[in-house]
């Protein structure tokens, strides 16, 4: 099992807060979180930083706007204006590391991201794994997603914990998982300008991706979901599959939205597979 350490980086524009394993191993993969209240990277990355890092250099950072990297003291004015933040973020990051190519891991609102840095610098990119991606013209708004949207309207644990019951498939097997998450969570989420930036990123709706973008597309991608997936429907990667040129699809059964805890250990070897050529 690796070791995570975490610091602050400061480059041109941001104050990120990085997680990391396995420094020095030659091959990077870089970690991009998804959304919700009170939402860290290290929630979302712990078990993969431990068991990736063995073999790679993993990156897991706060996005800007999320966690304990730096906030905007003026909200931004949309989401596209927010996604051209979090691609300078990151290329500022990666910059500042001296690492010019990296592989990628993106959950949710990160898969956008990961998408976003394949049509803007592909160069800078191998491989992707897309876990849970939403943003589609076809993904369904669920009714968990928008109840997940009012949480700040009457903030308290139970609802957090609710919303996070919401994310998986089972529940009762998860909710050690869900109760270990709660308290940083909520702290996290009652901070003042977690919530300001949250209440920006979601008072608009992100544009999809044009389908000639995705088609152009030549990084080798996996898409990975959970058939039971309440929060980013399962048809989201089935456009996506359709319009990547080069895509693998892995479907987990009886699975939500958390695949990287919910199936942690099939998970993890997925992706060291996919990013060894053995897939």
């Known amino acids: 099992m690796a070791n995570i350490t975490s610091n602050i980086e400061r480059t041109e524009h941001f104050e990120t807060f990085l ?23 290290i929630a979302n990355w712990k078990p993969a930083l431990e068991n990736l890092g063995e073999t790679f250099h993993c990156l897991a950072p706060d996005l800007y706007g999320f966690a304990n990297s730096s906030h905007p003291e003026v909200p931004l004015k949309n989401r596209q204006a927010w996604m051209d933040e979090w691609i300078k973020q990151t290329i500022e990051l990666l910059d500042q590391l001296n690492i010019d190519k990296v592989h990628v891991v993106g959950n949710s609102l990160g898969c956008s991201i990961a998408l976003e840095l394949l049509i803007e610098h592909p160069e800078r990119i191998n491989k992707v794994v897309l876990m849970g991606p939403g943003g589609t013209p076809n993904t369904k708004l669920s009714y968990e997603l928008a109840r997940a949207k009012t949480f700040y309207d009457n903030p308290s644990k139970k609802k957090l914990q609710q919303i996070m019951s919401w994310f998986v498939y089972d529940p009762e097997k998860m909710w050690p998982v869900i109760e270990s998450l709660t308290e940083d969570r909520f702290e996290n989420a009652m901070r003042p300008e977690v919530r300001r930036s949250n209440d920006s990123i979601f008072a608009t709706a992100a ?73």
């Open 19 to 41: 997680n990391r394993s396995g420094e020095g191993n030659e091959e990077t993969i870089l970690f991009l979180h998804g959304s919700g209240p009170g939402v860290t990277s």
């Open 207 to 279: 544009v999809p991706i044009p389908t000639v973008a995705l088609n152009r597309i030549e990084n080798e991608v996996l898409l990975v979901h959970g058939l039971n997936d309440k929060v980013c429907s399962i048809e989201s990667s089935y456009y996506l599959a359709e319009h990547l040129k080069n895509v693998q699809l892995h479907v987990f059964g009886k699975c939500g939205h958390w695949t990287q805890l919910e199936e942690k250990d099939r998970f993890n070897h997925l992706i060291q597979q996919f990013f060894n050529d053995n897939l």
